[in-house]
């Protein structure tokens, strides 16, 4: 170069995304640029089905995966009941639900919603 005082400025690193972790740090303090890598929480974890990927725990800045498996929930009311179907382990929300309590009656019944109190 042609100047004549040898003074840099240093730079603040991007962090990575909401639900992101920094895979290779290659913002050490030496590089003359930004160079890290991020990936996905939860890619690695496997959860059961009733159950999300809380990714949220990976605010950015980490360098591990911070993810972990949360129990889906829904509160419900009376007359439905906390459907979890939708939570297959996969996901990184909350997908439980409530469904209204349904049964098929023949003719001479009644559908007994006294045990559908949204409680499970």
Do not use: I, W
């Amino acid at each position: 170069g042609t100047g004549t005082v040898g003074l840099g400025s240093c730079t603040q690193c991007q962090s990575c995304n909401v639900g992101y972790y920094v895979v290779d740090n290659g913002c050490d303090g030496t590089s003359t640029s930004d160079q890290h890598t991020c990936s996905a929480c939860g890619t690695a974890l496997a959860c059961t089905a009733g159950h999300y990927k809380r990714v949220s725990a990976c605010p950015g800045t980490g360098f591990a995966d911070a993810s972990t498996c949360q129990s889906c929930t829904a509160a419900c009311l009376a007359g439905t009941f906390m459907d979890l179907s939708a939570c297959t382990g996969v996901e990184t929300s909350d997908l439980g639900q409530c469904t209204a309590c349904t049964a098929s009656c023949t003719a001479g019944q009644y559908v007994d919603q006294s045990a559908c109190d949204g409680s499970g």
